[in-house]
């Protein structure tokens, strides 16, 4: 995600998967170091972003998300390491990360002009942002804190939808729909 706190033009959406079971371990951190927490958006691993402006979200749109994301069946995810990426981030891994991947593919090839992260990544890594903007020195300790306690206590999630939130003038994200994953759009 992009950590400016303020919304810019075509980076007003985003398609997530919240994962609620991490914010015990991750909130105060995600609070002090993440600034998307401060805006509303919750411990997530992200799908697809920037994403559509909420204008141009219309009945359409949604229906081509179900049908994209209800041929992903539900699936398992357990979060027992940390990662880093430049910039200072500390993040924790999923495992698996293929479903991730694929629904990010699928999404992406859906809507061939919201590449991920605008393209900037030739291929994204999933990811539960812990800390971003850290120095070097407190990046590795927060990622040997964050390591420790999942040693103790991995993080385990049922993954069932993906979340779009759409972001107001005021910088806040807001949870607009959950689109099921597992779904027959047919059927609809």
Same mark, same amino acid.
């Given at each position: ?106 999404? *992406?090839? *859906? ?30 300790r927060l990622a ?9 206590e991995p993080v385990?999630?049922?993954i069932t939808a ?27």
């Amino acid at each position: 995600m992009n950590d400016s706190p303020r919304p810019t033009p075509g980076e007003a959406s985003a398609l997530v998967i919240e994962v609620p079971e991490a914010e015990p371990l991750v909130g105060a951190w995600r609070q002090a170091y993440d600034p998307v927490s401060k805006y509303g958006m919750p411990a997530h691993v992200t799908v697809l972003y920037p994403f559509q402006e909420p204008h141009a979200i219309d009945p359409a749109t949604l229906a081509q998300l179900l049908d994209t994301i209800g041929d992903h069946p539900p699936f398992t995810v357990t979060f027992s390491s940390v990662g880093t990426f430049p910039g200072g981030v500390v993040y924790l891994a999923p495992d698996p990360p293929r479903p991730f991947v694929a629904l990010t593919e699928s999404v *992406a090839a *859906a809507f061939p002009d919201f590449p991920p992260y605008g393209g900037q990544f030739r291929e994204p890594i999933p990811h539960l942002t812990v800390a971003t903007g850290l120095g070097d020195d407190k990046q590795a300790r927060l990622a040997g804190v964050v390591a420790s306690a999942l040693e103790v206590e991995p993080v385990t999630s049922e993954i069932t939808a993906v979340s779009l939130f759409t972001r107001g003038l005021d910088g806040l994200w807001v949870h607009r729909t959950a689109i099921p994953l597992g779904t027959d759009a047919s059927l609809a």
